[in-house]
Nanobody, 123 residues
Framework: QLQLVESGGGLVQPGGSLRLSCAASGFTLNSYAIGWFRQAPGKEREGVSCISSSGESTYYSDSVKGRFTVSRDNAKNTVYLQMNRLKPEDTAVYFC????????????????WGQGTQVTVSS
C-alpha cells in the first residue's frame, strides 16, 4: 500500500522555524517528484514547493521563496520542507504529494497524497 505520512507540524511564534517531513512507505521515492501544498481555512489549496526525483530541480512559490527550503534523502525515503522566518499567513495544513516523474517537478498532477500536518504561526 502506497502511503505518504507528513510530520513536524505544530505551533510556532512568528519568525520561528519548523521542519516538515514526508515519509513514504510501500514504494521508493527515488522515481517520484514530491510537491508540498498547503490549505488554510476558507482558502484554496496552494502549491508551495516541489523537488524532482534526483533533487536537482526545485520550485518555490513567491510567498515562500527565500524562507523555505525543500530537500530529500532518498536513502531514508523522506522529503523535507525546512520553513524559516515563519509568518502568521503561513498557517495552514501542509500536505506532501508524489508523482512518478524522472525529470523536473510539476505543481499539478499528483496522484498520491499524505493526510496533512497542521502548522500554526501565532504569538
Amino acid at each position: 500500500q502506497l502511503q505518504l505520512v507528513e510530520s513536524g507540524g505544530g505551533l510556532v511564534q512568528p519568525g520561528g522555524s519548523l521542519r516538515l517531513s514526508c515519509a513514504a512507505s510501500g514504494f521508493t521515492l527515488n522515481s517520484y517528484a514530491i510537491g508540498w501544498f498547503r490549505q488554510a481555512p476558507g482558502k484554496e489549496r496552494e502549491g508551495v514547493s516541489c523537488i524532482s526525483s534526483s533533487g536537482e530541480s526545485t520550485y518555490y512559490s513567491d510567498s515562500v521563496k527565500g524562507r523555505f527550503t525543500v530537500s530529500r534523502d532518498n536513502a531514508k525515503n523522506t522529503v523535507y520542507l525546512q520553513m524559516n522566518r515563519l509568518k502568521p499567513e503561513d498557517t495552514a495544513v501542509y500536505f506532501c504529494a508524489a508523482t512518478r516523474r524522472i525529470f523536473g517537478c510539476p505543481m499539478a498532477g499528483y496522484g498520491y497524497w499524505g493526510q496533512g500536518t497542521q502548522v500554526t504561526v501565532s504569538s
